[in-house]
Structures are given as C-alpha cells and as structure tokens.
C-alpha cells in the first residue's frame, strides 16, 4: 500500500488567496476604528475556519508490472523506485524506470513500453494522466510519448489523442500540456499531465517510445510514477477553530474538520450507461498555514500524525494552498468512512513587540492624564487584516478600555491611549491583543502610574516681604502610591499675582563680537493648556562705522532647569526679514510657544519687521519629552551663530536663558503675574527641600499666591489632575497690597521746615510689609526724603518725613513712592500750599495790630488825665492881672480835646 502523508498547507479562503506577507511601518499614529469589536481581556479567540482544511485525492498507479515492452535489445531499460510505502517509508519497486542507449548503437525497432490506462471519475472536476520524465538525447536519438483511445472507439479515432517527441536535447517537464490536479498531485515543471476526463468509462493506451540510429549520440531518460488521478480542489474547511497562548509563549491553535469519502465511485459514461470504480489509492490532504508547526492530527481518536508516514509534504502556492503548506495522508485502508479530524498546531505570538512611549520616547513612568503612544509590531502568519485594540489594567486588575479596535495588517503601528484622570497610583499593564482569522498574539508591558505630593501642612515659609527681605519655603514631597519620600524631585517654588493681568519677566545677556542675544523676555510667565507662552528676544549687531553685515541661525533648547537641556531643541535661520541687521542693528523677535500632542511648537516673527512672514517650528523629543499633560517649570536656552558676511569670521554667542516660566494645570491660577521663582533644588532622600524666593518683586500683590512645581528624574510631576477637580500645587496665598493715607499740612511758609506723616495699612495676614518710601517734591530734583519701614501684617504704620518747603510761594505736588512697590509708582499723592508766610501768621498779624492800637489809645488817655490834674491844681493858684494869652497857630486845643 503506498503510504498516505498529511498535506498541511496555509489556505486562505479564496477571497484572500495571492496576498502577500510584507510587513507595513506606520510613523504617524493610527486613528483606531470601531468596526472591530474588542475581545475582552485575557479572553481566547476563535479563529477562521479557513485556517483548516482538508482535500481529497484518488488515484491509481501503474508500475512496470502492468506494462508490456518490446523492441531493440542494444538498449538498457532498469527498475526504479520513485515513491515510498507510506505504512514503513520503504521504497516502492517498479514506480519507474530509465531507458539507456549508449552512442552509434541502433534502437530499430525503437523500445516501447506500453500501458493500457483505465479511466475513470473521481473526487476532483477532472481525471488526468500524470507522469514525470526528464532525459538527455544525444544526436540523430528521440524519445517520445503516445496516448490514445486503445478501443478505437468512435469519440477518438486510430490517431494518438497526444503526441510529443523529444529529439537532440536535454529536457524535463516544465510546463504541462495541461494545468490541472492539485496538490497532492499537481501539474506544474517536472510533471506532465494530460486532460483525460473526456474519456471516462473508457481505457487508454500509454506509449513511451524510443529510438536511436548507429551514429546516434546516446539517450538516457527517466520515466516515473505513471498514474491516473483525480484531484479535489474545493477543500473542506474546519468546523471549529480556536487559539489559545501557551506557556511557552507560543498560539496553539486546534481544528476539527468533518470528512466524509468513498474510493468507489459509480458514473455515467457513453450514452445511458454508469460504470463503476473504486481507486486504488485515496488521499487526504491537510492545509493549513505555513508559520503553523504541525504537532498532531487524530483521525477518530486515532494518531495518523505522527504515526504514518507523509505520502507528501511541503509549501504551496498554489489554490487551494495559497502561501501555506501542506501533508499528505495515505487514507487508503479506510476507503468509506465518515470521519472526526483534530488537528493541534502551533504558530509564534502574532505581537512581536510592544512599547509604551511619551511622543514616541519609551517611558516607564506616567501620570493621570497623559497620552501614552503605544508602539506595537506584529508579524502574524498570514498578513491579512486583523484587530488590535489595547487596554490598560489598573494594579486591581481593572481594566479600562484604551481604544476601539483597529483593522490593520501585521507590521508597526502607532495607537494613542489616555492614562485615566482617576488612575490609581502603582505599577500598571499596557496590553496589546492581535486577533486575526489565523493570529493571535498578546503582549503586556509593566509601568506605573505616578505622582509626587507634599506631606500635607508640611510646606511653611519664614520671612517677609520686600526690600532687604528673603521668603524662605521648606517643604517635604512624598509619592502618591505609596507614601514613600519623593527624593531628587527638582522643585522650584512661583510667586504669582493670581487673577492679575500678565506682565514681563527678563533675563539680561552677555555681548559678543558677532550678533548676540541682549535680552529674553517672557511676557506671560505663567500659562496653560490651549495657551501660548509669549518669548520676547533682542538681537544686536555690535558693529559700528560701518556697520557690518550678518548671516544668522538660532538654536533654541529646553531646559529642565538651568544648564539641564534633555535633546529637546530646534535650529533654524533667522530669516525673518532683519537680515542683515543692519538697518536696525537691534532686531526684536517673538517666538509664540505651545505644548500640544506632537511636543513642542513655535511660531517665530520679527516685530521689528512685522511685514514678513512668520516661521513654524517642532521642537525634537529629545530623551524626555516636554508634554501639555505633566505641568512643569521650564527655561528656554538661546544661541545664536553668525557670520560676517564681510569678513566671512563665525561666532557663536555665549548662551542665553530665559527666565523660568510655569506650565500649570490649575486653572485658579490663570491668569496670573509671574512676580519671581526661586532656584531649582533637588529633595533629599527623605523627600524634604529648603529654598528661598527673591521678596522684593512679591510687594504690591493682591492676591499673592506660592506654589510649586517638581520633576522627578522619571518624569514624574508634581500633583496634576485627578478625575474630581484640578488639583491644587499652591500652599500658601496672602494679600501684599499696602493701602496708604497721609497727613500733609493745608500749607507752609517758604523755607520752612516742614514734617508730614505717611501712613502705611497692611493688607497681610501673614506676611511683614518692607519697602523704602521716598518723598517727592515736585520742582525739585533728588529725593526730598527717604524712610524704610516695615509694616507687621494687617498693622497700620505712620512714617515721618522731613524736608524744607520750597523758597517760591505755590502748589507743589508731594509724591510717595517705593522702588520696591510697582516699580517705583506712586504711592500716594498730594498736594502742598506754599506761601510767604504761613497761614498760621496770616491770621496772628490781625491780632497784634489790634493790640497795639488799644495799648495807643490807653496812652492816650492815660495822657489826658494827667493834663485835667494839673488845670485843676493852676484854679487853685491866684490869677495873674495880665490878660491870657492867644493859642499859637496850628496848635490845638487840648480842652477841647479833651472834651471831646
């Protein structure tokens, strides 16, 4: 009995049969479609009933034993064994044979071997005639088959229904007279087969004939495996099929196939006649795909694979094996026999790899509300469509749905998953599931899911506020999932003027002999998702007489904190119509900043050349991403590089960093003033930090809020968002507003030494008040007077101011400001009536003239008493005998004065 071998073979249902395995790379990331539905974590797929199929083949082989030879003795014809008992893999005798005729010997007349075929139906649309044969014919030699109608019945007449004679060549089968059968009996190069279906019911002669003249060159040719077959090529396919991954990583796959056959067979032939046949061969071949590894068929609970012997394996190519391979059985023993087929398969995980990425960096760590872009390749057995879907599993194994699923093929895709608002801290699984019809694969990768918190109460400050004054903060940090301390967490602390229009913070650069950067200025400090960061900076030209000519390129990088660049950076020309810089020789330029999905993003203009067009940038990744979901503090890092284009010298200038800016998640804080931020320190091992904040820019505030932003060397931020509210990163608000009143005389004399008071309310709780207050004279230049003051928090303070009023009667406006309060606005002001002399002696002088005016008129009369005494006293005397004398002219009359 010839022994039968399993035909595995990949089989693709014929809609999908000829697609090729190539993997595709996908950079930009996918969006994921919900025409596939999820498989539920940790469930086992079904797979294609495809993936397993089974095909039958008949036939019947003739060996030297049935033929008959004649012919010229001078040739050799030898048995050969061309095919293998498949019960114990010994070969079969007599399957073939090879014809020699040595050189100058004569074939006359030519050898023939001849075989009367029976022909009749079978399983597949046709019978065929299959044989192989190959040779060498050397000159004036031939070899040549016939098959014909050996009857001579009336459909074919004495003509040979083929023909074909090979002469002086050495040849093989490559293409076949006729394209039929199918594994495992195909027609294609070394197999010559013949369309006989035609001719069932009927038998046909086989002619293998040969010849040589006595000057022929010699011939050797080889004949074998002389059948009549019959070939299905409509398989049978599973009726189950399910895929489960082992624990070795591998997918074992098991198929259950229903078969049911017979090797006779009854057929209508001629006119109103059947004949009847049973095969002497019957074969069943199984189809699966090529990447599957074959462990077992059972054919009613009975082994065949491995216990029999492959009547043929192999890869095909070919429908119904289409990129597949396949085993051939020899079923031969059990010609009837309805049938329960299991076959055990294995193929490789379909998910080859699988990386969780920030902006396509891998990262371990993550926090609440972050976009995970998860990298995953797959290379499945067949390279058909299939579903992929993640899901993130919490460290309760909750699961929480990442995507819906997506059709793509096997190869490298990029898919976006958000870390949930309300996810719990600790270590977390990505998984990734490829379902196809015949894939399966599944890969988990571990990271955490993280943030850093302070100890609650433990953040405090000492100090106050203002000029000659520090506020220094401690605080210690702890990690949210387990309590444990936050060591070397870079935390920098932000005093803001919280719901204050934004306002300008500056650093100052140094110069250099080639185009430098004099200044960076960030105009809002403190900004937000969906906001932009506006950055402010000045290149000069130091050249002058005359003034030289420069090309240019920027190079901008992020900063952590000072010095600490992460890759993150981007580098263009300054093309942004200044160039030359020479007309102005000081070119301010506006870069407008977002954080957004793709990183970082820049729009560049000149605001000294507003007519020209702006430049769109994209930051690189660098090694740790900058992200719009993690709030982080932040420095950007300028330099600039020209070239003289007279000269054709190159310098770079010395770097330039912004001042640091806040990137806050808290909406409470938007907007907000950027007032001043301390150094970034690093926590200690057990989570705490000391730092200090420069007090004097913090006077003046409304609503003065700290608060602090950390990263850890993991990425890992402090506090962000949970899925209630925006968590709060401020620890400490306070009012630094002082409101101020003053005592001011209504005027005063010219020259006059003149003191007023000022007095200063806190409108602290918690904070003491510092600033220096000068005193304004209008008309006058330099400070009229100078106090500094501390005022205790919600304390009014009176201050004293002394100076000499001005020597020119007028208004004059009296002015008190502080360089530590606004920036030198004014305080208060007021004004001061200055005359020659002071109001005081204007109303004392109406006195004394009225004082002076009664002591006359007490004299006066104090006189005419005196004159009355002594008249009186002159009666007394005796009277003089003269006459009395006249009044002189002009003199008046004191009698009458006093009279009167």
Same mark, same amino acid.
């Given at each position: 009995?010839?022994? !039968?071998s399993?035909?595995?073979?990949?089989?693709? !249902?014929?809609?999908?049969?000829?697609?090729?395995?190539?993997?595709?790379? &996908?950079?930009?990331?996918?969006?994921?479609?919900?025409?596939?539905?999820?498989?539920?974590?940790?469930?086992?797929?079904?797979?294609?009933?495809?993936?397993?199929?089974?095909?039958?083949?008949?036939?019947?082989?003739?060996?030297?034993?049935?033929?008959?030879?004649?012919?010229?003795?001078?040739?050799?014809?030898?048995?050969?064994?061309?095919?293998?008992?498949t019960v114990?893999g010994?070969?079969?005798?007599?399957?073939?044979f090879?014809?020699?005729?040595?050189?100058?010997?004569?074939?006359?007349?030519?050898?023939?071997?001849?075989?009367?075929?029976?022909?009749?139906?079978?399983?597949g649309a046709?019978?065929?005639?299959?044989?192989?044969?190959?040779?060498?014919?050397?000159?004036?030699?031939?070899?040549?088959?016939?098959?014909?109608?050996?009857?001579?019945?009336?459909i074919?007449?004495?003509?040979?229904?083929?023909?074909?004679?090979?002469?002086?060549?050495?040849?093989t089968?490559?293409?076949?007279?006729?394209?039929?059968?199918?594994?495992?009996?195909?027609?294609?190069?070394?197999h010559?087969?013949?369309?006989?279906?035609?001719?069932?019911?009927?038998?046909?002669?086989l002619?293998?004939?040969?010849?040589?003249?006595?000057?022929?060159?010699?011939?050797?040719?080889?004949?074998?495996?002389?059948?009549?077959?019959?070939t299905?090529?409509?398989p049978?396919?599973?009726?189950?099929?399910?895929?489960?991954?082992?624990?070795?990583?591998?997918?074992?796959h #098991?198929?259950?196939?229903?078969?049911?056959?017979?090797?006779?067979?009854?057929?209508?032939?001629?006119?109103?006649?059947?004949?009847?046949?049973?095969w002497?061969?019957?074969?069943?071949?199984?189809?699966?795909?090529?990447?599957?590894?074959?462990?077992?068929?059972?054919?009613?609970?009975?082994?065949? %694979?491995?216990?029999?012997?492959?009547?043929?394996?192999?890869?095909?190519?070919?429908?119904?094996?289409?990129?597949?391979?396949?085993?051939?059985?020899?079923?031969?023993?059990?010609?009837?026999?309805p049938?329960?087929?299991?076959?055990n398969a294995?193929?490789?995980?379909?998910?080859?790899?699988?990386?969780?990425?920030?902006?396509?960096?891998?990262?371990? &760590?993550y926090?609440?509300?972050?976009l995970?872009?998860?990298?995953?390749?797959?290379?499945?057995?067949?390279?058909?469509?299939?579903?992929?879907?993640l899901?993130l599993?919490?460290?309760n194994?909750?699961?929480?749905?990442?995507?819906?699923?997506?059709?793509?093929? $096997?190869?490298?895709?990029?898919?976006?998953?958000?870390?949930?608002?309300?996810? /719990?801290?600790?270590?977390?699984?990505?998984? =990734?599931?490829?379902?196809?019809?015949?894939?399966?694969?599944?890969?988990?990768?571990?990271?955490?899911?993280?943030? %850093?918190?302070?100890?609650?109460?433990?953040?405090?400050?000492?100090?106050?506020? $203002?000029?000659?004054?520090?506020?220094?903060i401690r605080?210690?940090?702890?990690? /949210?999932?387990?309590?444990?301390? !936050?060591?070397?967490?870079?935390?920098?602390?932000?005093?803001? +003027?919280?719901?204050?229009?934004?306002?300008?913070?500056?650093?100052?650069g140094?110069?250099?002999?080639?185009?430098?950067?004099n200044n960076?200025?960030?105009?809002? =400090?403190?900004?937000t998702?969906?906001?932009?960061?506006?950055?402010?900076?000045?290149?000069?030209?130091p050249?002058?007489q005359?003034?030289?000519?420069?090309?240019?390129?920027?190079?901008?990088?992020?900063e952590?904190?000072?010095?600490q660049? &992460?890759?993150?950076?981007t580098?263009?020309?300054?093309?942004?119509?200044?160039?030359?810089f020479?007309?102005?020789?000081?070119?301010?330029?506006?870069?407008?900043?977002?954080?957004?999905q793709?990183?970082?993003?820049?729009?560049?203009?000149?605001?000294?050349?507003?007519?020209?067009?702006?430049v769109?940038l994209?930051?690189?990744?660098?090694?740790?991403? %900058?992200?719009?979901?993690?709030?982080?503090?932040? #420095?950007?890092?300028?330099?600039?590089?020209?070239?003289?284009?007279?000269? $054709?010298?190159?310098?770079?200038?010395?770097?330039?960093?912004?001042?640091?800016?806040?990137?806050t998640?808290?909406? +409470?804080?938007?907007?907000?003033?950027?007032?001043?931020s301390?150094?970034?320190?690093?926590?200690?091992?057990?989570?705490?930090?000391?730092?200090?904040?420069?007090?004097?820019?913090?006077?003046g505030?409304?609503?003065?809020?700290?608060?602090?932003?950390?990263? @850890?060397?993991?990425?890992v931020?402090?506090? =962000?968002?949970?899925?209630?509210?925006?968590q709060?990163?401020?620890?400490?608000?306070?009012s630094?507003?002082?409101?101020?009143?003053?005592?001011?005389?209504? @005027?005063?004399?010219?020259?006059?030494t003149?003191?007023?008071?000022l007095?200063? #309310?806190?409108?602290?709780?918690?904070?003491?008040?510092?600033?220096?207050?000068?005193?304004?004279?209008? $008309?006058s230049?330099?400070?009229?007077?100078?106090?500094?003051?501390?005022v205790?928090?919600?304390s009014?303070?009176?201050?004293?101011?002394?100076?000499?009023a001005?020597?020119?009667?007028?208004?004059?406006?009296?002015?008190?400001?502080?360089?530590?309060?606004?920036?030198?606005?004014?305080?208060?002001t007021?004004?001061?009536?200055?005359?020659?002399?002071?109001?005081?002696?204007?109303?004392?002088?109406?006195?004394?003239?009225?004082?002076? %005016?009664?002591?006359?008129?007490?004299?006066?009369?104090?006189?005419?008493?005196?004159?009355?005494?002594?008249?009186?006293?002159?009666?007394?005397?005796?009277?003089?005998?003269?006459?009395?004398? #006249?009044?002189?002219?002009g003199?008046?009359?004191? /009698?009458?004065?006093?009279?009167s």
């Amino acid at each position: 009995m010839i022994r !039968a071998s399993v035909c595995v073979a990949i089989i693709l !249902a014929s809609m999908l049969s000829g697609l090729p395995f190539s993997p595709i790379d &996908h950079s930009t990331p996918m969006s994921l479609s919900s025409s596939y539905n999820p498989l539920p974590y940790g469930s086992d797929p079904n797979g294609t009933l495809y993936a397993f199929n089974a095909t039958l083949a008949q036939f019947d082989l003739y060996n030297l034993t049935s033929a008959t030879m004649s012919g010229s003795s001078n040739g050799t014809l030898t048995p050969t064994s061309a095919m293998s008992n498949t019960v114990d893999g010994s070969a079969i005798p007599g399957t073939g044979f090879k014809y020699a005729v040595l050189a100058n010997k004569t074939v006359v007349p030519p050898q023939t071997v001849n075989w009367t075929l029976t022909i009749p139906r079978g399983v597949g649309a046709t019978t065929y005639v299959r044989f192989d044969w190959n040779g060498t014919l050397g000159p004036r030699t031939s070899a040549r088959y016939l098959l014909y109608n050996g009857t001579g019945s009336s459909i074919v007449g004495p003509t040979p229904f083929v023909k074909v004679i090979k002469a002086n060549q050495t040849f093989t089968v490559e293409t076949p007279l006729n394209s039929t059968g199918g594994i495992p009996l195909p027609c294609g190069t070394g197999h010559e087969c013949v369309d006989v279906s035609r001719f069932a019911g009927y038998n046909m002669t086989l002619i293998f004939m040969f010849n040589s003249t006595s000057t022929g060159g010699g011939l050797n040719v080889r004949v074998s495996n002389v059948e009549v077959a019959s070939t299905e090529t409509n398989p049978t396919n599973s009726a189950s099929h399910s895929m489960e991954l082992n624990s070795s990583n591998e997918v074992a796959h #098991k198929g259950r196939l229903s078969l049911s056959y017979n090797a006779t067979v009854t057929f209508p032939y001629d006119t109103n006649k059947n004949r009847t046949h049973t095969w002497k061969q019957m074969l069943t071949t199984f189809v699966m795909p090529a990447a599957y590894v074959l462990d077992s068929i059972t054919f009613n609970g009975t082994s065949i %694979v491995p216990a029999l012997y492959p009547f043929d394996q192999g890869n095909c190519n070919t429908p119904p094996c289409t990129n597949g391979k396949f085993v051939s059985i020899n079923m031969t023993a059990t010609r009837t026999r309805p049938a329960v087929v299991l076959v055990n398969a294995r193929s490789a995980n379909a998910i080859t790899n699988l990386i969780p990425t920030v902006l396509g960096v891998p990262t371990t &760590h993550y926090v609440p509300g972050d976009l995970m872009t998860v990298r995953m390749t797959s290379s499945p057995a067949v390279n058909v469509s299939a579903s992929q879907q993640l899901v993130l599993v919490d460290p309760n194994g909750m699961v929480f749905p990442g995507s819906a699923s997506s059709s793509n093929k $096997g190869g490298t895709y990029l898919y976006n998953v958000t870390v949930p608002l309300s996810a /719990k801290p600790g270590s977390w699984l990505v998984n =990734g599931t490829f379902i196809g019809g015949y894939d399966f694969g599944t890969m988990s990768k571990s990271f955490t899911v993280e943030q %850093v918190q302070p100890i609650p109460g433990s953040f405090t400050t000492n100090g106050g506020v $203002g000029s000659g004054t520090g506020l220094s903060i401690r605080g210690t940090l702890v990690y /949210k999932s387990s309590s444990q301390p !936050a060591g070397n967490v870079n935390a920098t602390i932000f005093a803001v +003027d919280s719901g204050a229009s934004p306002g300008p913070v500056t650093s100052q650069g140094l110069k250099s002999s080639g185009l430098y950067i004099n200044n960076v200025t960030l105009a809002n =400090g403190v900004f937000t998702v969906s906001q932009s960061l506006t950055m402010f900076f000045a290149v000069v030209n130091p050249t002058t007489q005359p003034v030289q000519p420069f090309n240019a390129t920027v190079t901008i990088e992020h900063e952590w904190y000072t010095s600490q660049t &992460h890759g993150v950076s981007t580098t263009f020309n300054l093309t942004l119509g200044d160039q030359p810089f020479t007309n102005p020789t000081t070119a301010i330029c506006r870069a407008d900043i977002t954080l957004g999905q793709e990183g970082i993003q820049l729009q560049v203009r000149s605001v000294t050349s507003p007519s020209s067009p702006p430049v769109t940038l994209t930051m690189s990744n660098g090694i740790s991403p %900058v992200t719009s979901t993690r709030q982080h503090s932040g #420095k950007f890092r300028i330099t600039i590089t020209s070239t003289n284009k007279a000269s $054709g010298s190159t310098t770079t200038s010395p770097p330039i960093e912004s001042p640091a800016y806040a990137f806050t998640l808290d909406s +409470d804080l938007i907007p907000s003033r950027l007032l001043a931020s301390s150094p970034t320190v690093p926590t200690a091992s057990d989570g705490a930090f000391s730092t200090s904040i420069s007090s004097t820019s913090l006077l003046g505030a409304k609503n003065l809020v700290l608060f602090a932003l950390g990263r @850890d060397a993991d990425g890992v931020t402090l506090l =962000g968002t949970n899925a209630q509210k925006i968590q709060k990163t401020s620890f400490f608000s306070d009012s630094s507003l002082i409101i101020p009143s003053a005592d001011i005389p209504s @005027d005063v004399a010219t020259r006059q030494t003149v003191t007023v008071s000022l007095n200063l #309310k806190s409108n602290s709780t918690y904070l003491p008040l510092t600033l220096t207050v000068n005193l304004y004279l209008s $008309g006058s230049s330099g400070v009229a007077s100078s106090q500094t003051v501390t005022v205790p928090a919600g304390s009014t303070k009176p201050v004293s101011f002394t100076f000499q009023a001005p020597g020119t009667a007028g208004a004059y406006l009296l002015t008190f400001a502080s360089p530590d309060y606004f920036s030198g606005a004014p305080l208060l002001t007021k004004t001061l009536q200055v005359s020659v002399l002071s109001s005081n002696l204007q109303i004392l002088i109406p006195a004394l003239i009225g004082l002076v %005016v009664a002591l006359v008129i007490l004299g006066y009369y104090a006189m005419k008493r005196g004159s009355r005494v002594a008249e009186e006293e002159e009666e007394e005397k005796p009277k003089s005998t003269g006459k009395p004398q #006249k009044p002189q002219s002009g003199q008046q009359n004191t /009698k009458s004065l006093t009279r009167s």
